[in-house]
């Protein structure tokens, strides 16, 4: 809607926005740093962990789009609160692709799992598996199987990765795990922005989506960075709703006055 009145090529604030719009921060960088460490290396799971609305997930999603090849099949669960037959069954049916497969015993799921992530690592390719709100899983039967899951080698290595996204509280429940916790290769945290992560985070999306670097004014982007607290799923809703109402009220740029019109806004509603 107001693209055009903007001079925008895309919505710099869309939460499924491609790559270009990902916005490496210090603890963003690091833990695509460790996590691809552990992908390329073969090992069986890491575990990245941070507050609701840091982008865990679409850091992941952003890692598993910028893999080589040969790391291959990818899966993102974004529902993992099954039970373990129900988990093992979408696994093998999302990760060989065969019809009828999600409705399979756990036991007969498994060999056939097991068979396809064997033919894939013979052939030289390594599955990959994220499991967004892994927190969820902490009294599961899921984590066991994830732990089991690991043990299917070729080489001495595992056949699968898996990538755990959680909140904080995952970490300290997952040492009562002791198993999968002595497997866990690398934790990665991700932290809350600091103002000048704000500012760059906010300028960069606007450039990738064709607009000017100070669409937003330094106090526009005080202002967010007050209310989102640093978070940036909040930084992304103010600074889209911002850009609708300056659009709806005929401005040339965005200021504080803005923020607050939308904060306001979001309060009553």
């Not at 809703?237 to 659009?247: E, H, P, V």
Request: aromatic share 8%.
């Amino acid at each position: 809607m107001y693209l055009q009145h903007w001079g925008l090529r895309n919505r710099p604030f869309d939460p499924s926005a491609d790559a270009r719009f990902f916005y490496p921060a210090d603890s963003q960088q690091a833990a695509l740093l460790k996590l691809r460490y552990v992908v390329e290396n073969r090992q069986g799971l890491a575990v990245i962990v941070g507050e609701s609305g840091l982008g865990k997930s679409y850091a992941l999603a952003y890692l598993l789009r910028q893999l080589p090849e040969r790391f291959e099949p990818r899966l993102q669960i974004a529902f993992p609160k099954l039970s373990l037959e129900g988990f093992l069954s979408y696994l093998s049916a999302e990760l060989t692709g065969e019809e009828g497969a999600a409705s399979l015993p756990a036991a007969a799921a498994l060999r056939r799992l097991e068979v396809t992530l064997r033919e894939g690592a013979q052939a030289g390719r390594h599955c990959v598996v994220v499991v967004d709100d892994a927190h969820l899983l902490i009294d599961s039967p899921v984590l066991t199987g994830l732990r089991l899951l690991t043990n299917l080698t070729h080489e001495g290595l595992p056949m699968i990765t898996f990538l755990l996204a959680a909140q904080p509280d995952f970490l300290p429940a997952l040492q009562r795990w002791n198993d999968l916790n002595d497997r866990v290769a690398a934790r990665c945290l991700l932290k809350r922005f600091d103002l000048a992560q704000t500012t760059s985070y906010i300028r960069h999306r606007i450039v990738a989506a064709g607009g000017e670097p100070e669409l937003f004014t330094a106090t526009a982007v005080a202002t967010i960075h007050e209310h989102a607290q640093g978070i940036p799923r909040r930084i992304n809703r103010l600074g889209d709703l911002a850009l609708l109402i300056g659009y709806a009220e005929e401005h040339q740029q965005i200021d504080a006055e803005q923020i607050e019109a939308v904060v306001d806004e979001m309060i009553l509603a």
